[in-house]
């Protein structure tokens, strides 16, 4: 294969995973080299120019660093583009699943940019469903009261998402069709604000974040990982309304992500 028809492939594909995405994955940033693939006229001559090939490999893994490093500044000023705005506005556009025919409202999300903290719930409610919010209902009350308990807000230093944007009919689960359809926007979303630290609440939240297993009994309050930023899972504020006997737990959770978080940003 010419290394032009490599090119076409390599960008057509980079093309629909920033459509699919919202933006420029990682892996996308730094373009290969494209070579011509070796025939077998050439291939007699090939052992001839091996050591002429190993310099120029290395001079390419230096040219390679380079572009690295220049990606990676770049990445720290910009996010190729696309705004929050964008990004949900084209959530709001979106017909991807089932929920789509059943939703009045599409819910992507609120909060500020470059939050310390990004809360993330598994789906809108029938309030959220009404007004287009997250967390707006009995549970949302509750959830602005936890997260001003360790001096956290939407209105200051929050952004408030879920895993899917649409309501499930009868507040039920969101089928793993559903948020594989959906989960794109936020990560999307995850790419664009760069929190500093990620609260789940409850435990589709934090399956879906970590792509396991998770018994949110027994890993409550315990962090894990997500590109480099720290995740805790809590029980959700709708579980605390029908069992009060979670808030303690729950109130131990939220206090061991408050010391976490002043580790990492003393002055939010």
């Given at each position: 294969?010419?290394?032009?028809?490599?090119?076409?492939?390599?960008?057509?594909?980079?093309?629909?995973?920033?459509?699919?995405?919202?933006?420029?994955?990682?892996?996308?940033?730094?373009?290969?080299?494209?070579?011509?693939?070796?025939?077998?006229?050439?291939?007699?001559?090939?052992?001839?120019?091996?050591?002429?090939?190993?310099?120029?490999?290395?001079?390419?893994?230096?040219?390679?660093?380079?572009?690295?490093?220049?990606?990676?500044?770049t990445n720290s000023s910009d996010s190729h583009g696309i705004t929050i705005e964008e990004l949900n506005?084209?959530?709001?556009?979106?017909?991807?699943?089932?929920?789509?025919?059943?939703?009045?409202?599409?819910?992507?999300?609120?909060?500020?940019?470059?939050?310390?903290?990004?809360?993330?719930?598994?789906?809108?409610?029938?309030?959220?469903?009404?007004?287009?919010?997250?967390?707006?209902?009995?549970?949302?009350?509750?959830?602005?009261?936890?997260?001003?308990?360790?001096?956290?807000?939407?209105?200051?230093?929050?952004?408030?998402?879920?895993?899917?944007?649409?309501?499930?009919?009868?507040?039920?689960?969101?089928?793993?069709?559903?948020?594989?359809?959906?989960?794109?926007?936020?990560?999307?979303?995850?790419?664009?604000?760069?929190?500093?630290?990620?609260?789940?609440?409850?435990?589709?939240?934090?399956?879906?974040?970590?792509?396991?297993?998770?018994?949110?009994?027994?890993?409550?309050?315990?962090?894990?990982?997500?590109?480099?930023?720290?995740?805790?899972?809590?029980?959700?504020?709708?579980?605390?309304?029908?069992?009060?006997?979670?808030?303690?737990?729950?109130?131990?959770?939220?206090?061991k992500f408050k010391k976490r978080l002043d580790e990492i940003n003393s002055n939010y």
């Amino acid at each position: 294969m010419k290394a032009k028809d490599k090119q076409i492939i390599y960008n057509l594909l980079k093309t629909a995973d920033a459509y699919e995405y919202g933006y420029i994955r990682q892996k996308f940033t730094v373009e290969p080299d494209f070579l011509d693939d070796v025939t077998e006229s050439q291939t007699a001559s090939a052992d001839f120019s091996v050591q002429q090939n190993q310099q120029n490999l290395q001079n390419q893994q230096v040219q390679q660093t380079a572009k690295t490093e220049q990606t990676e500044e770049t990445n720290s000023s910009d996010s190729h583009g696309i705004t929050i705005e964008e990004l949900n506005a084209k959530i709001l556009r979106c017909t991807r699943c089932g929920l789509a025919r059943t939703r009045n409202n599409v819910v992507p999300g609120m909060g500020v940019l470059n939050p310390d903290v990004l809360v993330i719930g598994e789906g809108p409610g029938h309030d959220e469903d009404i007004q287009g919010l997250p967390f707006v209902g009995k549970a949302g009350i509750l959830l602005d009261r936890m997260l001003a308990a360790i001096g956290l807000d939407r209105k200051t230093n929050c952004y408030i998402a879920n895993i899917v944007k649409c309501r499930p009919p009868e507040n039920r689960n969101p089928l793993p069709d559903e948020q594989a359809s959906c989960f794109s926007f936020l990560e999307a979303q995850i790419h664009i604000l760069k929190p500093k630290m990620i609260l789940c609440m409850g435990k589709i939240a934090i399956e879906k974040i970590t792509n396991q297993s998770i018994s949110i009994n027994a890993q409550h309050g315990d962090f894990f990982d997500y590109d480099g930023i720290p995740v805790m899972p809590t029980y959700h504020p709708s579980a605390l309304l029908r069992n009060e006997q979670l808030k303690r737990p729950a109130w131990d959770d939220l206090k061991k992500f408050k010391k976490r978080l002043d580790e990492i940003n003393s002055n939010y």
